[in-house]
């Protein structure tokens, strides 16, 4: 993505988080990005292009936060709170703060294959951070950890889609990182 068009995806993700993607026109896009209507054609040829570049940014945007927060840290269980503040828990305050989000995600569900695995490898690419530090552990239980991001990025996803509020949210992510311990962590 050209950083130049930053502005536009984030006008774009805001507005159709709020008022849908159905709902919105590109028009009131370039409005809200303060540009014509040429310029953000320019950059995207329709929605959907503009919301995989917003999903695909915000998904490389948390993997160098997850990168920023986890250096320096030692411990798996403080590891696996950064995931979970930011792979988690802000993506469902987010749903839960814009009445459209789903519509967007849903968006992001039928963009073609190659476009929702390269933002799935920024997830993954995330979880790989926090747990590559205990890969010699996975192996002993003849694990990859590749197969086990994926896994867990797979199980994060069905968390905030299952949790109905954030207590939940947080009940459900421990299970997730107390199986994830148990397989991190020297017996």
Known sequence: MNEKHLPLIEAALKRFAHYGVKKTSMAEVADDAGVTRRTLYNAFANKEEVIFAALLHYAGQSKKDVERDCEGVEGAS??????????????????QHFPHMGEVLEVGESLPPDQKAAIKAEYVGAIRLVLAPYEAHLK??????????????????????????????????????AMTMGLVLES
């Open 78 to 95: 403080q590891r696996l709170d950064i995931l979970y503040q930011h792979l988690v828990l802000t993506p469902y305050q987010a749903m």
């Open 140 to 177: 002993r239980h003849d694990l990859s950890l590749d197969d086990l991001c994926v896994f867990i990025k797979g199980a994060m996803t069905q968390i905030k889609g299952d949790a109905e509020n954030e207590e939940q949210l947080s009940v459900l992510f421990n299970t997730l990182k």
